[in-house]
């Protein structure tokens, strides 16, 4: 099993920056697929970005490619996702996810995950 915990949310302003981080505490990040999530008040959650395992190849969401990247560190056992450019559209609440035994077709769908953070709140205003 693996717990995680998210900090890093916040208030921003439209074209500034945040990095969020996801520290995971049992097994170790690398042996997970690690992925954020965000979910908006009356929206769906809507996959952001992915890291695979081992490898470490990264996938993200249309709407966040070229402005949002994740990242793991293995060593402080954490994921990241740092998130320029934001925009009042990624406002939402963001929550880590993981699972060991995801595939590459699963990664985008939530319900495929079987360990989630607790979510931190991300506000950017306009």
């Known amino acids: 099993q693996v717990q995680l915990v998210e900090s890093g949310g916040g208030l921003v302003q439209a074209g500034g920056s945040l990095r969020l981080s996801c520290a995971a505490s049992?097994?170790?990040?690398?042996?997970?697929?690690m992925a954020w999530f965000r979910q908006a008040p009356g929206m769906e959650r809507q996959f952001v970005a992915a890291?695979?395992?081992?490898?470490?190849?990264?996938i993200y969401a249309n709407s966040v490619k070229g402005r949002f990247t994740i990242s793991r560190d293995n060593a402080k056992n954490t994921v990241y996702l740092q998130m320029n450019s934001l925009k009042p559209e990624d406002t939402a609440v963001y929550y880590c996810?993981?699972?060991?035994?995801?595939?590459?077709?699963?990664?985008?769908?939530?319900?495929?995950?079987?360990?989630w953070g607790q979510g931190t709140q991300v506000t950017v205003s306009s």
């Open positions: 996810a993981a699972d060991d035994s995801i595939n590459l077709i699963q990664l985008f769908q939530g319900s495929k995950y079987d360990y």
């Open positions: 049992g097994r170790t990040v690398r042996t997970y697929v």
């Open positions: 890291i695979t395992r081992s490898s470490g190849g990264t």
